[in-house]
């Protein structure tokens, strides 16, 4: 059983599109992420989604926006899609709202061309 | 930055070696953990240290906390091919910050 699950696995599209990330988590947990990992391998939090709240890293551009339909969902839209938006993305969740071991999902490889 | 930072960046070794990564990091912390990701895949936690405990042991993993020096140590005994991985350390205050990672290489 897939604890957190993530569609597509890979994303070509080219600039300007607007494309969505879907995750899904059957933990139970009460609090999901979203991350970037960038080429370096560099992991930096994007969001956090806790009943409702809402915490957005300040660096994170407006054009990315999660949607969470229920608790154990929590997409990610990207609108007006850069080439610097080319790198894998990774949801997470958690037991409780941060300080407790994450699930990470297996990524999303994403390519703006 | 709360984050950490990895050290070394890449190290090679022989299978049946011990192999020490540490890491650092600038401020505060409620506690310390590390995961290792495969390549490709997304990361798995191994370990968590909190703020209060100096030393703790999982299975070939050693993890050290010494919060005078901001810095961690992850020590997995007797490698394997299969422990080649990235491995990383993040720091919780407010939120999860993690570093960049080391990359580990177990030859056989």
């Known amino acids: 059983d897939t604890a957190v699950s993530q569609t597509p696995k890979y994303l070509v599209t080219q600039m300007g599109n607007d494309k969505s990330i879907k995750c899904e988590q059957n933990l139970g947990h009460d609090t999901m992420y979203w991350y970037k990992q960038d080429s370096k391998k560099f992991l930096k939090i994007m969001f956090s989604?806790?009943?409702?709240?809402?915490?957005i890293n300040e660096t994170v551009p407006n054009r990315f926006s999660p949607k969470s339909p229920d608790k154990a969902h929590l997409n990610l839209h990207i609108n007006s899609l850069e080439l610097g938006d080319s790198a894998v993305y990774f949801c997470?969740?958690?037991?409780?709202?941060?300080?407790?071991?994450?699930?990470f999902g297996p990524g999303t490889r994403l390519t703006v061309t | 930055s709360q984050q950490g930072e990895e050290d070394p960046q890449a190290l090679s070794i022989q299978e049946g070696e011990n192999a020490t990564m540490n890491c650092s990091y600038k401020?505060?912390?409620?506690?310390l953990q590390w995961y290792r990701q495969n390549s490709g895949r997304g990361l798995v936690h191994l370990i968590l240290i909190r703020s209060n405990e100096r030393e703790k042991h999982s299975g070939r993993l050693r993890v050290t906390l010494d919060t005078s020096k901001k810095s961690s140590s992850l020590l997995i005994t007797a490698s394997r091919a299969a422990d080649t991985a990235s491995y990383f350390c993040a720091t919780v205050l407010n939120d999860m910050r993690f570093g960049a990672g080391t990359r580990l290489t177990v030859k056989p």
């Open positions: 997470a969740s958690s037991q409780v709202s941060q300080g407790t071991e994450q699930y």
């Open positions: 401020t505060s912390i409620n506690n």
């Open positions: 989604y806790n009943n409702k709240e809402l915490i």
